[in-house]
């Protein structure tokens, strides 16, 4: 008897939950830095992921915008992440306010209209050089902006989903060579960055900080190599703090 009565009242919250309207949060696209502030000549890189798989996506557009006078695109820096392969970054910079700020646009269209899935992870990657030192926060140098995002209920409804708005994420302080951050400094870390390396894994903004332990601007094997030699006791210190201090 105990026990039925233990079911009913699993049954009566599952049924209060249902009717209280709570939904699944929306999917958002994480708007991030690899740096906070850059000095004259160097570069910044701009990462957009999408938090969420979706499904039946017809076309998004992104529009990343900057001060021309301020920054120079890296175009052969540029990369596609595995969200969306057919994404494609403006091979020039367009102007559509009416201030005609710059901006570049990262966008898809599915040609078959049928719809298609999307993974959740890194959508585009945008490197920018500055020409001068960028006192302000990253977040005023470059605003991203959700110009459009449906789905194929469009059709239906002529209206755009309500998914994938965009935020933003600030970079925090990482701790070399720890990638997978659960506070130790080992093999698991080694094995996640060659399993980037190689395309078989997605790393956020500050796992790419904390993982490119060289301090060369790029996560490969010989990243992967470094930690595995810090976890065997081969070095002690990583070539990119030492640069630092």
């Not at 490119?212 to 976890?231: E, K, Q």
Request: proline share 1%; glycine share 6%; hydrophobic share 40%.
């Amino acid at each position: 008897m105990k026990k039925w009565k233990r079911w009913m009242a699993a049954g009566l919250s599952l049924s209060m939950l249902g009717a209280s309207g709570l939904v699944a949060s929306a999917a958002e696209v994480k708007v991030s830095s690899d740096k906070t502030k850059v000095s004259a000549g160097e570069d910044i890189t701009v990462t957009l992921t999408l938090d969420q798989a979706l499904e039946d996506v017809t076309c998004f557009e992104y529009r990343i915008y900057y001060d021309p006078e301020k920054f120079t695109y890296v175009e052969e820096q540029n990369s596609i992440g595995s969200a969306c392969v057919d994404t494609t970054i403006s091979s020039k910079p367009m102007t559509y306010r009416v201030d005609g700020q710059k901006c570049y646009s990262v966008s898809f269209v599915d040609s078959s209209a049928n719809g298609q899935s999307l993974k959740a992870g890194k959508i585009a990657s945008l490197t920018f050089q500055a020409a001068e030192g960028m006192n302000q926060d990253w977040q005023d140098s470059f605003k991203v902006e959700r110009a459009h995002f449906a789905k194929t209920d469009m059709w239906e409804n002529l209206q755009e989903t309500d998914d994938a708005k965009v935020s933003y994420e600030v970079a925090g302080d990482v701790t070399y060579g720890d990638v997978n951050k659960d506070g130790t400094i080992d093999n698991f870390d080694a094995a996640l960055v060659f399993d980037y390396f190689v395309g078989s894994a997605e790393l956020d903004t500050d796992q790419l900080k904390a993982a490119d332990v060289n301090g060369d601007g790029t996560v490969d094997n010989f990243d992967a190599a470094m930690i595995f030699d810090y976890f065997v006791g081969s070095i002690e210190i990583f070539p990119v703090q030492d640069s630092n201090e």
